[in-house]
Each structure stands twice: as structure tokens, then as C-alpha cells.
């Protein structure tokens, strides 16, 4: 699997255990799997061969 351009060993089986390994706060990030975006609140099955991008917000003022 593809995560931010990086290779990543898929051990997770799904979108928040990703999440939960990787310690990223669901709360604050945009997910888009294979071109796709995923809502937030959705939790999907995750395969080798997948891609990902992930991407976090940053408050600033």
C-alpha cells in the first residue's frame, strides 16, 4: 500500500485502524483512497495495492 506517496506494509485492515497505528486524529485529516475521497465518519476496508494520500489540517491566523 501507498501512504503519501511512501510504501507502507499493510497490516491494518481498515481506514481507522490506520489511523489509530499511524497516532493521526481522524477529527483533522482529509482521506483520498485510489483517487477517491472518503468521508470523514466512513470506515473503509483497506488492500494491498491500495493508494492513499492523507491530509492534514493546520489552524493558523
Known sequence: MIV???EHQLTEKDL???F???KINPE???VEKNG???PRKNNCELKD???LEIIKF???G
Open 28 to 30: 483533522v485529516v482529509v
Open 4 to 6: 503519501n506517496e511512501k
Open 20 to 22: 489509530k497505528d499511524l
Open 58 to 60: 493546520v489552524g493558523g
Open 16 to 18: 481507522h485502524s490506520l
Open 49 to 51: 495495492g491500495d493508494r
Open 36 to 38: 477517491e475521497i472518503i
